[in-house]
């Protein structure tokens, strides 16, 4: 290699002025994010003042309130309704009362029904455990006999 080459290389370091930053990239790791923050607050002001533009300048009451009632001037503004559209829904109000009063109430068992169901539940019950008995006395009657001796009690 040429050591003219080098020298100059050394030479070119030494040549920089102390203001200059220097050519090693130490300080690369806090430029970056640094320029981003200020590139994403940026372009949140950019953002905020093109939504801004489209937004209405003045709001008027009919959208402040959603509502077809609102208090103004400490008195209550409603729209007005006849008594003739009032009365059907009255009425259909009531009817709805008195269907869901009517799906509310428990339904009432008579006694004798309810005498009945309690012995078929306890039959039920009884026939339950001797099913259970029967059960295991046929089981132990299967492990202690065996094939020929069953077949005694079988008729083919």
Same mark, same amino acid.
């Given at each position: 290699?040429?050591?003219?080459?080098?020298?100059?290389?050394?030479?070119?370091?030494?040549?920089?002025?102390?203001?200059?930053?220097?050519?090693?990239?130490?300080?690369?790791?806090?430029?970056?994010?640094?320029?981003g923050g200020?590139?994403?607050?940026i372009m949140?002001v950019?953002?905020m003042?093109?939504m801004?533009?489209?937004?209405?300048?003045?709001?008027?009451g009919?959208?402040?309130?959603?509502?077809t009632?609102y208090?103004?001037?400490?008195?209550?503004k409603?729209?007005?309704?006849s008594m003739?559209?009032?009365?059907p829904?009255?009425?259909?109000i009531?009817?709805?009362?008195?269907?869901?009063n009517?799906?509310?109430?428990?339904?009432v068992?008579?006694?004798?029904?309810?005498? /009945?169901l309690?012995k078929?539940?306890?039959?039920?019950?009884?026939?339950e455990?001797?099913?259970?008995i029967?059960?295991?006395?046929?089981l132990l009657?299967? /492990?202690?006999t065996?094939s020929?001796?069953?077949?005694k009690?079988?008729?083919?």
């Open positions: 290699m040429n050591t003219s080459w080098e020298k100059t290389e050394q030479n070119d370091e030494l040549g920089l002025s102390k203001d200059c930053s220097p050519s090693n990239n130490s300080s690369k790791g806090f430029r970056i994010p640094f320029t200020i590139m994403s607050i949140g950019i953002a003042i093109r801004a533009k489209n937004m209405p300048r003045k709001i008027t009919a959208e402040l309130f959603g509502n009632a208090c103004s001037s400490n008195e209550m409603t729209p007005d309704i003739d559209d009032q009365m829904m009255m009425k259909r009531v009817e709805l009362e008195e269907k869901v009517e799906l509310s109430k428990k339904p068992m008579p006694p004798e029904m309810e005498e /009945l309690n078929t539940l306890n039959r039920v019950s009884t026939l455990q001797e099913l259970v029967t059960k295991k006395v046929l009657f299967l /492990l202690t065996t020929s001796s069953f077949e009690y079988i008729d083919i």
